[in-house]
Structures are given as C-alpha cells and as structure tokens.
C-alpha cells in the first residue's frame, strides 16, 4: 500500500520504516572556507554570530561609531575577538561591491556541520515539525529570506543540495538577518536520498508546486512535514517530484501566475505552523 500524508480526517499514520540491513548513511557535505574564512556584514548577522557559540570568529573589522553602539552581549563577546577600527572606504573596499555593510564586517568560518539524520534524531520524540527542502534554489538571497522564514516559524532546518545552490556568503547571511546563526542549513550531495532518511524517520514529504491536485490548507497535513520547493525557473525537478508524498499548491487569486520562492516558502510556513499551533491548543 502506498504511503499518504496523514490528514485530519485521515486514519493512524504509518509507523516510521525500518531500514534495510545495509542502508546507506546520508552522506553529508562540508562548505569549504577556503581556509581564510568568509566575511559577514551588518549589524544583526554580526551580532548574531558572535553570539554564536558554535560559530568559530577570526577577526572583526568596525567604524568607531558603530562599534561603540553594539548590542552589549556582542561586544563582551569580541573580548576573545582581534577587532580594528576602520573607516567606511576601507570597508567598501574589503567587501563585495554594494554590500550594505552598516559600518561592521566579521570574518567567521564555517559553521559545524550536521547531515540530516541529526534532524530526524532531533524529531524523534516530537508530534509534529517542520523541514525545508530547496531542489536547486539559487539566487543567495532567496535563500537567505527562506532561512529567515524557517526561523520564524519553527522551522527544524533547511536542506540544500551541495551543487546549485549558492554558498555561504555574506550576501546570504545578510539575507537571512542573523536566522543563519539559529537555522541549520544543510548540505547534501544526494535530495532523494535525503528524502528517503526523512521519510525513514518519519516525515512526509510535500511538494509545492502550482499545479497541485489540492492547496496546502485542503491536504491538512499534520504530523512531520518536509515541505519541498523547486528552483526559481523550472520548479520541482522530476525525480524530487516523484519522491514526494504528496503535491499540494498555495491557494491564489489568479491575478498572478506564481510567487517567488522565498515569498512562497513564507507563505506556506505559516500555514503549517498556524494549523500545527491551533492543533496544540
């Protein structure tokens, strides 16, 4: 029999499945630093990382002024941080053009990694959570935004395939507005393999997509969810299709096709939070 996402009005929920003996573990992937880390900027990225205990800090690069109006948490953690002074040009010349820096820049490295089963083992003892699943989304501050959304909302994580997708920069951080310090985004080198141990763990896997057989409020999906969005252009690509439990699409007016990625992955977050809550109260 088939597995189908539990419902309101649907039966008990299967029973996460064993794994076969042999099962391969999801294989993690690392973002490289290149060895000299990569430079944050702005003042909630900044703050949020060096409030991070898990986030390793090289060095912090600041205009005076906005050293000296730094929330006071950060600055007793730069106390174990080499920090200088630097004026404006400097750091327009340190950073990508057009960065809106806000007058601070911290070099970091990369976070610890964690592959998917840690998240599964997170779940374990949880009714119901939420996963992201990016097929090849892109543009950096897309993403950026749909790690913001997933923090607001309770979300567990963020998976991303390791190849097309963008790497961890300032763009992206900036983007995600500090949440890139609280969420987990993932990397792995296979996205229907990743499924397949959410699935073993007990998600169901849905896919959004405009040409869905049902809205994400009708499915009523509860439970734990692995919400699943396709790439800027194309949408889902086939074989992510195919591994989803379910397609379900956001209910629109019509007077425009589709949204963007990160606006849809907002949309869609709060509607599995808002029913999640409601079914806890």
């Known amino acids: 029999m088939s597995r189908k996402p539990r419902s309101q009005t ?3 929920r299967d029973t996460p499945r064993p794994r076969p003996a042999g099962h391969q573990r999801e294989e993690r992937t690392r973002h490289p630093d290149a060895g000299t880390g990569i430079w ?7 703050e949020a990382a060096l409030l991070n ?5 090289i060095q912090l690069m600041a205009t005076r002024d906005v050293l000296e ?7 007793q953690a730069l106390r174990q941080i080499p920090s200088t002074i630097i004026d404006r040009e400097e750091l327009d010349l340190l950073l990508p053009p057009g960065s809106v820096h806000q007058g601070l820049a911290l070099q970091v490295r990369a976070l610890p990694t964690i592959g998917t089963e840690d998240v599964v083992s997170k779940s374990r003892n949880m009714d119901s959570a ?3 699943i990016l097929d090849q989304v892109t543009d950096p501050h897309n993403v950026g935004a749909i790690i913001r959304s997933a923090a607001a909302f309770g979300a567990l994580a963020v998976i991303i395939q390791d190849r097309h997708s963008p790497e961890e920069t300032g763009t992206l951080a900036k983007s995600a507005s500090g949440a890139l310090e609280r ?3 993932i990397r792995v080198s296979n996205l229907v393999r990743a499924m397949s141990v959410l ?3 007990g998600f169901w896997i849905a896919g959004l997509t405009a040409d869905a057989p049902s809205t994400l409020p009708e499915a009523r999906l509860s439970g734990k969810i692995a919400l699943t969005l396709g790439s800027e252009g194309s949408g889902l690509r086939r074989l992510t299709r195919e591994n989803c ?3 379900t699409s956001l209910p629109m007016s019509g007077a425009v096709e589709s949204l963007n990625v990160s606006n849809a992955a907002a949309v869609a977050l709060y509607e599995l939070f808002r029913t999640q809550t409601a079914r806890t109260v």
């Open 183 to 185: 969420m987990p985004l």
């Open 245 to 247: 439990d379910i397609l």
């Open 53 to 57: 205990p898990d986030r390793p800090c």
């Open 199 to 201: 699935k073993d763990g």
């Open 10 to 12: 649907s039966g008990r």
């Open 130 to 132: 939420t996963v992201l």
């Open 69 to 75: 109006t730094m929330d006071t948490a950060a600055k």
């Open 40 to 46: 944050l900027y702005g003042k909630h990225p900044v």
